[in-house]
């Protein structure tokens, strides 16, 4: 069982930086690979990026490549989501997941957080 918290989410300005945090509870925390995803009102959830349980291996969504930037710290088990240059568009929840493969489809993302609000003003 893996239970993950997010933080970090807030108000910025457009231009503006962020960086999300999603802790892992969880002894086989570090087994797993780790997502992030966002959800805006009325939409569906958004795949933004993935890393292997190495850390080794990422992938992104063409959206975010370039301005955001996943990591993991294995010894803190917590997973990490920079994002840079925001913009009003990126407004919306965030979720982190963790799923045994990758990348994952949709539904092998076994684990998910509660997410955390992130509102770029323009």
């Known amino acids: 069982q893996v239970r993950l918290v997010e933080s970090g989410g807030g108000l910025v300005q457009a231009g503006g930086s962020l960086r999300l945090s999603c802790a892992g509870f969880g002894r086989i925390f570090s087994s797993y690979a780790m997502g992030w995803f966002r959800q805006a009102p009325g939409k569906e959830r958004e795949f933004l990026a993935t890393i292997s349980w190495s850390g080794g291996t990422t992938y992104y969504a063409d959206s975010v490549k370039g301005r955001f930037t996943i990591s993991r710290d294995n010894a803190k088990n917590t997973v990490y989501l920079q994002m840079n240059n925001l913009t009003p568009k990126d407004t919306a929840v965030y979720y982190c997941?963790?799923?045994?493969?990758?990348?994952?489809?949709?539904?092998?993302?076994?684990?998910w957080g509660q997410g955390t609000q992130v509102t770029v003003s323009s």
């Open positions: 997941a963790a799923a045994q493969v990758i990348p994952a489809s949709y539904p092998e993302y076994e684990y």
